[in-house]
């Protein structure tokens, strides 16, 4: 029915960058909300960040300054720059979809971010 693919994940030394993107696709007729989860093995998945409707973001606390999300809703897509990054933000990230406000979410199959110290 909506399915989410998500890219740009991979292995980078502490203080680089990477750009996660996760396009959107099949019966989307409106979206609420997007944003990104990450999950670490044995720890449960924590809210990155957050994009609504005018554009209002939200973020971890941890990750402000650092990372960046933006939405280009012309091709349902939406992007995390993550910048100064850490070796605590190796996880795998997920993309999520909502299509209105407190309705189940679609996911992405996530994507690998792997950091070095």
């Not at 971890?60 to 012309?74: E, H």
């Not at 939406?78 to 997920?94: C, G, H, I, R, W």
């Amino acid at each position: 029915q909506v399915r989410l693919v998500e890219s740009g994940g991979g292995l980078v030394q502490a203080g680089g960058s990477l750009r996660l993107s996760c396009a959107a696709s099949g019966n989307i007729f409106s979206i609420d909300d997007m944003g990104w989860y990450r999950q670490v093995p044995g720890k449960q998945r924590e809210l990155v960040a957050v994009i609504i409707k005018g554009g209002i973001t939200n973020y971890l606390d941890s990750v402000k300054g650092r990372f960046t999300i933006s939405r280009d809703n012309a091709e349902n897509t939406v992007y995390l720059q993550m910048n100064s990054l850490k070796p605590e933000d190796t996880a795998v990230y997920y993309c999520y979809l909502r299509k209105v406000a407190s309705a189940l979410p679609y996911w992405g199959q996530g994507t690998q971010v792997t950091v070095s110290s």
